[in-house]
């Protein structure tokens, strides 16, 4: 099985550029399941992520047709009809997100037979909320057999849902089930978080109205059907974070290509404070100059956007391994999300957990170690780590790292870090 190898201690300098949000391209994906008409994806990254729900997608009927370029490719996906309301476990197993075809099957075929997508490593993380907002809709949902079985023989009716936690792909599961549906859906205390908004424009471009985007409170007027469309896909915040982190900790200078600073509010903000020069650079740009900079260690609580987000905690942690003093992370959206502590103080990092929160004394000298990857942030804060650890560092199960990275080890090398996978 492939695995990382770094070797620490180089300065990052150069240019990286930003690929398209994996969270943003797997729920636009699963909206071409709402139109016969072809919905042209640009700027998609080249994920493992993305190829599984692109399996998925066939298997419901896609005609699925890529256009590799050199960073990310264009995705054609084209439904004529659904020829299989079935998402079996084998293909639901593999990414939890596959659940966001949940929505768009029901809302097209009025049925769906989706796998529940079963236990995960960064907690139990529940669907409970796609299932109340659904039968708000009309729908009949019962389990049976590890399966949600869900109906609407007439079709979905608008509906007010209020959620009770702020959910991502909830949201995005009820947005597009409302496209389609018989009336108007008001969704309260909805998500906010980019890729959300990215998801409402993009239907919005296919012929739906949806209203109040950017905002926790969504109105969704149903239209009868929805027509193809071009959309290029924002780009991805969480690897934008982890980017501007590696430069901070190497105390190096890195511009960030084809991204955004509004995209990382609260990290650019704090990176600001903690001694760190970050600041956008032409309209799709991030200048992050840590050139003689000692950051300072600061706290942070994870938070949904434009909170701190929890899908950038674990990077964060590294960070504060090698910053000036002391400070504490809590984890407030999933509980378990602290699996890469042990293999950072393996590393050498200081760090002590109490429940949701952990404390990680600064100053540290990293040194290099086996280590292995648990889930998608926590093997990149390995990666972090390695690059200024002393020695190298070797990181199993890179897998993970597959699921979200594009080009990871190229993009890195490209600014002088020693990093390369080995089989
Ligand atoms: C999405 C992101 C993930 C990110 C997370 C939080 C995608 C594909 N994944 O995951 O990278 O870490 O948002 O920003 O976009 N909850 C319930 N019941 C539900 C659904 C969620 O109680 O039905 C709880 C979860 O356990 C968690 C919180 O709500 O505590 C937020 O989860 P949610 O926003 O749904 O995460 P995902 O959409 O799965």
């Known amino acids: 099985m492939d695995q990382i190898r770094i070797r620490g201690g180089n300065v ?57 370029q050199k960073l990310g490719q264009t995705l054609k996906l084209t439904t004529p009809t659904i020829t299989s309301t079935t998402a079996p476990y084998e293909l639901v197993r593999k990414m939890r997100a596959s659940i966001l075809v949940l929505g768009p099957l029901l809302a097209r075929a009025r049925e769906a037979y989706v796998s529940l997508p079963g236990g995960c490593a960064i907690g139990t993380r529940p669907v409970d909320v796609h299932i109340k907002g659904l039968e708000a809709m009309g729908t009949k949902i019962t389990l049976e057999e590890g399966y949600i079985h869900a109906e609407a023989k007439n079709g979905l009716k608008g509906a007010d849902y209020l959620f009770p936690v702020v959910s991502v792909t909830g949201t995005e599961t009820l947005l597009m089930a409302a496209a389609l549906a018989d009336g108007t859906t008001r969704l309260e205390n909805a998500a906010r978080e980019p890729e959300v908004s990215d998801l409402a424009n993009c239907l919005n471009a296919m012929g739906a109205k949806i209203s109040g985007i950017g905002t926790g409170t969504l109105i969704i007027e149903g239209v009868p059907a929805l027509h193809g469309a071009t959309h290029s896909v924002l780009p991805d915040r969480i690897e934008t974070g982890t980017y501007a982190i590696a430069a901070v900790m190497t105390r190096g200078d890195i511009l960030l290509q084809n991204t955004n600073i509004d995209l990382i509010p609260i990290s650019s903000a704090l990176l600001a404070q903690s001694g760190v020069q970050i600041h956008a650079e032409g309209e799709n740009g991030i200048r992050v100059n840590a050139k003689g900079c000692i950051p300072q260690a600061l706290d942070v609580k994870t938070e949904p956007f434009p909170g701190f987000a929890t899908d950038l905690q674990a990077q964060w942690m590294a960070l504060l391994s090698v910053s000036e003093g002391a400070a504490m992370v809590t984890e407030t959206i999933f509980e378990n999300r602290f699996m890469h502590v042990p293999e950072l103080v393996r590393m050498g990092a200081d760090i002590t957990v109490n429940g949701s929160s952990a404390i990680i004394r600064g100053g540290q000298k990293l040194k290099g170690a086996p280590v292995m990857a648990t889930d998608l942030r926590a093997s990149v804060s390995l990666v972090l780590a390695g690059l200024v650890a002393e020695g190298e560092t070797t990181i199993s199960r890179v897998y993970h790292l597959d699921r979200g990275y594009e080009r990871l080890e190229e993009k890195l090398n490209s600014c002088g870090a020693d990093i390369e996978r080995v089989t």
Not at 32 to 51: G, K
């Open 12 to 68: 990052l300098e150069g240019v990286i550029p930003i690929s398209g949000a994996k969270n943003a391209a797997l729920p636009l994906m699963t909206a071409s399941l709402l139109t016969s008409e072809t919905l042209t994806l640009e700027n998609v990254p080249q994920l493992s992520d993305i190829q599984s729900l692109a399996n998925l997608l066939e298997q419901h009927g896609t005609q699925v047709n890529i256009t590799e």
